[in-house]
């Protein structure tokens, strides 16, 4: 059954996409012909006025044909007036941004929602679990309150910022020579906590790891439940939004290391972590449909035809110009978008197919 509402999370995205299109295309006073989810041969069909409405039978996404977005397109004279070529420049900016826009005002709706109502868990300077084989296993325990570490206690900050210093105090801590997983640090860190209500000093060398990418001791902290006001709310779903919106500019800016083209994933990897966040909860749910919308909207901005934002940027080009980029530019431009977008496709897919049959993808 989670599949299923996989299924309609990505269906309502494709649809609020596309509606953005229409809604702003009808506003300005564009023809639009057809308000498609999916692509291919036609399942089921309405026409209501000038738009046929309707669903097709191959899954990848929706589609809305406005009048005359093709040049050379052959416009009745009785819809040329209504043709989106024939409508100023930034009309055609609006309705294009208008899809993108749907996606992030939806996802920033959603991160509200879900802030507002549940608040978030905050991490506190407590040993939650010790894990095995590790420099804290022996010497830290479940419960320890860590109050200082090499000497700083940090009381002036808050307390995310109070563990981040925690974690930067001991990643300071680095091996002799190149930094390898299991590597141990040069020097011991200290470590001062209270147990039992009685303060404890340890020393404990960190090991470099990979996965973390820095040096750790090897715990985990504690966490509790934070309400917080929709002041708050706001804040906090805009920075969550402003964290992914800059991860994926790095991603798509440093595609040429791999260790950003392993963070590229596709529709069978968003699939299955779909599925398998839908069977932890509702919240976790509606956190990940937020994060696919913010991302089908600032994908969606890059500018590269066939995407939105490819238009966008071509349009921006023609007002600088004060005249109309060549058709044979659009076509070599689109020609190169399309290579772009199927690599794009095939990397997310050999990434997903990596990691299904790795170690899967790793949702907790």
Not at 228 to 250: L, N, Y
Request: net charge negative.
């Amino acid at each position: 059954m989670s599949w299923f509402w996989v299924f309609v999370g990505f269906c309502l995205l494709i649809v609020l996409h596309e509606a953005g299109h229409f809604v702003a295309a009808k506003a300005t006073g564009m023809r639009v012909e057809r308000f498609f989810l999916f692509f291919g041969p036609t399942i089921w069909s309405f026409r209501r006025g000038e738009t046929e409405y309707g669903v097709k039978s191959i899954p990848l996404g929706g589609y809305v044909k406005i009048t005359g977005m093709n040049p050379e397109e052959d416009v009745p004279p009785e819809h040329e007036a209504n043709a989106y070529f024939r409508k100023p420049v930034w009309k055609r900016i609006v309705v294009v941004a208008a899809g993108p826009a749907v996606n992030v005002v939806l996802a920033f709706a959603i991160l509200f929602g879900v802030f507002w109502v549940n608040g978030h868990l905050e991490g506190v300077p407590r040993v939650s679990k010790v894990d095995k084989g590790t420099a804290a296993a022996g010497v830290l325990e479940p419960g320890d309150e860590i109050v200082a570490v090499d000497g700083s206690r940090y009381l002036e900050r808050s307390g995310e910022e109070r563990l981040g210093k925690f974690i930067e105090e001991v990643a300071a801590h680095e091996c002799r020579g190149k930094q390898v997983d299991g590597c141990i640090a040069e020097t011991p860190v200290e470590v001062q906590v209270r147990r039992n209500g009685e303060l404890k000093t340890f020393e404990v060398r960190p090991r470099y790891s990979e996965e973390a990418g820095r040096a750790v001791i090897g715990f985990s902290y504690s966490s509790r439940h934070v309400d917080v006001g929709p002041g708050a709310a706001i804040g906090e779903a805009g920075d969550a939004i402003w964290e992914v919106a800059s991860g994926t500019f790095h991603v798509f800016t440093h595609l040429f290391e791999s260790e950003q083209r392993k963070q590229v994933s596709g529709v069978v990897g968003i699939s299955d972590v779909g599925h398998q966040v839908i069977e932890q909860g509702l919240e976790k749910a509606l956190l990940l449909l937020a994060l696919v919308s913010l991302s089908l909207g600032l994908v969606n901005l890059l500018p590269i035809l066939p995407l939105d934002g490819g238009h966008i940027f071509w349009a921006v080009v023609e007002k600088l110009r004060g005249r109309p980029v060549s058709l044979r530019v659009m076509e070599r431009a689109t020609m190169v978008g399309i290579a772009v977008v199927l690599m794009f496709f095939f990397l997310g897919l050999s990434n997903d197919i990596g990691r299904i049959t790795g170690e899967g993808f790793e949702v907790r």
